[in-house]
C-alpha cells in the first residue's frame, strides 16, 4: 500500500468520505471549508484508493487537527486506520507540531486509544452523532 499527500481535496478522498461518512453512516454535512486549507491523505492498494484523513492548523484553537479518517468496509481491520492515523501524525511533526488532536465519534474512541490519544473534555453531539476530543502528544 501507498499513502500520497494531496495539498488540495482529491477525488479520491472525497469518494471515500462519501462512501464511509454519507453513505455508510448518514451524516449530511460531510465537506466543509476546512478542506480548502488542509492537507489530505489517501492510502492505495494497487492504485485503488481505500483510506482517506486530513489535518490542518485550526487557528482559532491553536492546533493541529486530524480528521475524517476513513477506510473502506473491506479494508477495516487489516491496520490501515491506524497506518493513515500514523503518516498524519509523521506529517504534523514535519509541519513542527507537538501535540494532534482529533474530534471521535465516541464508537471509534477505543481505536484511537490504541494509538495513543486520551480523550478530553466532554462528549458533544455532531449531526446526532455523539464525539468527543482527544489528544496525543507527538515525539
Known sequence: ?????????????QEIRTKVFVEEQGFAEEFDDIDAIALHLVVFDRGAPVAACRIYWAEEKGMYIVGRIAVLPQYRGMHVGADILSEAEAQVVKLGGRELYLHAQCRASAF?????????GTVELEQGCPHTWMFKKLA
Not at 499513502?3 to 482529491?10: G, M, Q, S, V
Not at 484511537?112 to 478530553?120: D, P, S, T, V
Open 112 to 120: 484511537y486509544e490504541k494509538q495513543g490519544y486520551r480523550k478530553m
Open 1 to 13: 500500500m501507498e499513502t500520497r499527500l494531496f495539498k488540495k481535496l482529491p477525488k479520491e478522498a
